[in-house]
């Protein structure tokens, strides 16, 4: 078998200037907190080598309060693919130090659509619009730019042919079909001026992988899942030729796959680590595959790379496990490939003696040992159960081991299951984190293992098990049914009551038989409360907590019967009187005349709202639910003085 590297696989200039940045910056000074603006590549390897060398990549949908708030000093790299304009200004204010590590090519589109459209034209960008190059390359346009990528939208657009409009690309943007796109804008006579800024590594790349894949019976291609320029080539070289394998690193090749091909080729992302292509075509040069073969006759156990063994647990450490493969040389398992669990303790789940299935990563580690995974194997027989469940529509139980940007992680064994944010609730969450460790369930929506991609959906569980509750609860309540629930939610008209499979309504005028100015005052969130239903609507409950037996009107009647005392709060006052408060549910109105045997012109001349009275009840209609009191009533009559007419003759004797 022949293994064709491509010439150009691996780190371009500006991500291995990048990169060295980071690294060169570790070394620097250890007294100052390194972040990179977002992950510096897209690797998850150099990425998770640079978190435990203690790099703290800032998530650009956080605010940058939340890492910048003590007082040590921060360096802040800016990645490859660059960043908006604003993300500088953002920074300053922090006063951290900003190291420039855009990789030059990207700089200068950056420069030319600031120059374009502060001249008044108007920016076209053909890349990714979530790709953080183009969001990068939006962030220095004065003004909102177009973004596509497809024939489709660019047939859809209209532009004015008034105005002037500049083209630019996304660098690692595929040649061929940015030319099918600009023609299509030129065709049509727009004023448009094209900018080259595809790279031409990257071009070179794309070209070298089209014509490798073209002649060889099978392609391997290296590269993060993240990766746009990886994907890109993995594309470029299936069109070419059909055995084509998307891997990360070596973990992910699965080599008996090739055993028949005569010819190899391997291309790799411009952000692929040299140590990583190095060990995928150091593993596929080990030995040829007749040998391998002979060898397995030998031993009649295949230690080849790729070949799942059984062997023998003969040792046990914190970080590693070593086993009788009844071969040649021992096999050991690295903590790493032997669990996605960070930091487990190797000695906690295997002892000695153990029988155990593994996989062969590589004959040779450098040590004569041989290099085994459990963890492949057992998420190969994951990969089977999932794609019965996907097949299905099983419902999967799972915990949740990561917040991730966007959604949350799951582990089916040693399968990781993504769930989008959007899928995660039936209502809109904020915030993920209270979701870690929770065992949740979900169905799949996606299954495609060899893109790494397997995709979770709990929402549409939640909706079902919803709406089969609400039937259930309309099925079996009624109008004057109590029933209990939990405050789910308080606003200042009502709360929301969860009863079980729908919500009801508590408005603020059915808490109390009195008045309520807030219903917090009431209840807050997460009580338990009984009601009872006053009104069903569709699928609208109406409740209430004005029960008839503690109804204030009903000892009305013999409490306030007309000519008795009582005692209450001034409640509210109008132009011609105050409302008094006897109980909560019960006011009498205090007319203005009724107050003093003086005149009063209006009720706040004489009481404040809360002030305590004592009254006469003057008239009491219990149908019409109206009492009407006096302070006149207890106050002593007005005594008439008598007058004495007095005489011109008294008057001048005095």
């Known amino acids: 078998m022949e293994i064709v590297l491509a010439k150009t696989a691996g780190f371009c200039f500006g991500v291995k200037r990048a990169v060295d940045t980071v690294y060169n910056e570790i070394n620097d000074d250890k007294e100052v907190e390194v972040f990179t603006y977002g992950p510096i590549i897209h690797n998850e390897e150099v990425v998770d080598d640079l978190d435990k060398k203690g790099v703290v990549v800032i998530d650009e949908n956080k605010s940058l309060s939340d890492y910048f ?42 420069k030319i659509v600031a120059e374009e459209s502060s001249k008044g034209k108007e920016i076209i ?37 008034y105005k002037e409009y500049v083209i630019v690309a996304q660098t690692t943007f595929n040649n061929i079909k940015f030319k099918e796109l600009v023609e299509i804008f030129t065709k049509k006579d727009y004023n448009v001026y094209v900018y080259s800024t595809i790279c031409n590594a990257t071009w070179e790349r794309q070209e070298e992988a089209r014509r490798l894949a073209s002649e060889v019976d099978t392609m ?59 060990e995928v075509q150091d593993s596929m040069s080990e030995l040829s595959f007749e040998e391998l073969l002979n060898q397995s006759e030998e031993n009649g156990n295949a230690v080849r790379p790729g070949s799942v063994i059984e062997g023998k ?74 794609q019965e469940a996907f097949d299905n529509q099983t419902v999967l139980s799972a915990k949740v081991t990561e917040i991730l940007k966007g959604g949350i992680g799951v582990m089916v064994d040693e399968c990781k299951v993504f769930i989008p944010a959007s899928l995660v609730s039936d209502t809109f969450e904020k915030d993920l984190d209270k979701y870690l460790n929770q065992e949740v369930e979900f169905v ?30 309309f099925d079996s309540i009624n109008v004057g049914d109590v029933v209990e629930g939990t405050v789910k939610n308080v606003t200042p008209f009502g709360a929301f009551i969860d009863l079980g499979g729908a919500d009801g309504l508590l408005h603020i005028s059915e808490m109390s038989w009195g008045r309520i100015d807030d219903p917090k005052s009431v209840v807050k969130v997460g009580d338990s409360i009984k009601t009872f239903i006053k009104d069903i609507n569709g699928e609208k409950i109406a409740l209430s907590l004005k029960f008839d037996d503690n109804n204030p009107w009903v000892k009305a009647a013999e409490k306030y019967a007309i000519g008795t ?10 132009a011609f009187g105050a409302f008094v408060e006897l109980e909560p549910g019960v006011d009498a109105l ?28 003057v008239d009491f209609k219990e149908e019409d639910k109206k009492i009407s009191l006096s302070v006149k009533a207890l106050l002593a009559p007005v005594e008439t003085a008598e007058v004495t007419e007095v005489t011109e003759e008294e008057t001048t004797e005095e």
């Open 69 to 110: 708030q003590d007082d040590k000093k921060h360096k802040v790299i800016i990645r490859s693919h660059g960043v908006g304009k604003y993300v500088y200004e953002e920074l300053e204010k922090y006063g951290v130090q900003i190291i420039e590590a855009t990789c030059p090519f990207v700089k200068k589109i950056h």
């Open 125 to 161: 960008i053909i890349g990714d619009e979530n790709h953080p190059e183009v969001i990068g390359i939006k962030g220095w346009c004065l003004n909102e730019p177009i973004i596509l990528d497809n024939k489709e939208n660019a047939e859809k657009i209209t532009l004015d042919s």
């Open 220 to 278: 391997i291609v290296i590269g993060g899942k993240n990766s746009s320029n990886t994907q890109k080539l993995y594309n470029i070289s299936k069109k070419e030729c059909k055995n084509t394998y998307y891997i990360q690193t070596l973990v992910d090749l699965d080599l008996t796959v090739i055993e028949s091909a005569k010819r190899v080729g391997i291309t790799a992302g411009a952000s692929t680590p040299n140590h990583i292509i190095k």
């Open 313 to 386: 647990v003969i040792g046990v450490k914190s970080d590693v496990i070593y086993v009788d493969i009844q071969y040649k040389a021992d096999g050991i398992i690295t903590r790493a490939e032997y669990s996605n669990t960070p930091g487990l303790d190797l000695t906690t789940v295997v002892n000695v003696g153990d029988p155990i299935t593994v996989k062969v990563i590589k004959t040779n580690d450098g040590e004569g040992q041989v290099l085994l995974s459990y963890k492949r194997v057992a998420a190969e027989k994951s990969y089977e159960k999932l």
């Open 444 to 473: 799949l929506t996606e299954f495609a293992p060899k893109k790494r991609r397997v995709i979770g959906d709990r929402k549409q569980l939640l909706v079902a098990n919803k709406a089969e509750a609400a039937k259930k609860l």
């Open 565 to 574: 005392e009582v005692s209450g709060k001034i409640a509210r006052m109008t």
């Open 590 to 617: 205090l007319h203005v005349s009724q107050i003093s045997n003086e005149h009063v012109e209006k009720p706040e001349d004489v009481y404040k709202i809360g002030q305590e009275i004592t009254a006469k009840v």
